[in-house]
């Protein structure tokens, strides 16, 4: 399907992006200058496409190194927590602010590299994307991440302690009910920012096997991110 607007004064087809006609500059949608953060959270959670729809017809991209920035953090404890999980041995960790970094630089440099390949394919499917508006999509879709850094790991540190980086005993093993509902939560988070990528990628191209598609290699790229993020702790 071609997810274009059609102009009402002279039918050119435009894309989906765009204010203005290409053809005859007729206004085709208000103009959306700003981001709002938080009405757009809001939104992410109760409509996914109509947030990414306002998120793309954007003027100016804002908050995006913020959110990723926070996602860096939140997937810098993540690494550990894959680490503990694949090597099974109590992990001893450091330079906090090192880490991050790398994985901050690591996470825009997935998102650009994908945002670019998206520019490029995204004609299969008969769309026309934008590199900013792809940047966008897939930094917002991170955005739980972001949130569950302030909300779920402060709520983990205080029913675990300093154990929850522990092996010896984990958490599990003190408060086992707790521990499988907040490993709960964390899946929770990582399938619904799987599903923010889909309906991102899916308000631009109307192509939804093709939006699965790249959200399952973006996700895929990212828990590598992890993995190789651990070896460095």
């Not at 793309?56 to 999980?85: C, G, T, V, W, Y």
Request: charged fraction near 10%; hydrophobic fraction near 55%.
């Amino acid at each position: 399907m071609k997810n274009t607007t059609a102009c009402p004064i002279c039918q050119t087809e435009n894309p989906f992006y765009l204010s203005k006609c290409e053809n005859c500059n007729t206004f085709l949608k208000d103009k959306v200058s700003n981001i709002d953060l938080w009405p757009t959270f809001g939104k992410l959670i109760e409509s996914p496409v109509q947030a990414f729809t306002q998120i793309i017809r954007s003027e100016h991209k804002n908050f995006i190194f913020p959110i990723l920035l926070f996602a860096s953090i939140k997937f810098f404890i993540d690494s550990i927590f894959l680490l503990m999980f694949l090597e099974n041995e109590e992990i001893v960790f450091g330079g906090f602010v090192l880490n991050t970094l790398i994985i901050f630089a690591g996470l825009i440099t997935l998102v650009a590299l994908f945002s670019l390949l998206l520019k490029y394919t995204t004609p299969i499917v008969n769309t026309k994307t934008r590199f900013k508006d792809n940047v966008a999509i897939l930094s917002y879709s991170l955005i739980l991440h972001a949130i569950a850094l302030c909300i779920l790991f402060p709520i983990e540190l205080v029913l675990f302690g300093s154990y929850i980086f522990s092996t010896n005993p984990s958490p599990f093993a003190i408060k086992e009910t707790m521990a499988y509902i907040m490993a709960g939560f964390e899946l929770l988070i990582v399938l619904w920012s799987f599903s923010m990528v889909v309906a991102g990628l899916f308000t631009q191209t109307r192509n939804l096997l093709f939006s699965l598609g790249i959200a399952v290699l973006f996700n895929l790229a990212i828990f590598y991110l992890l993995f190789l993020s651990g070896k460095f702790i």
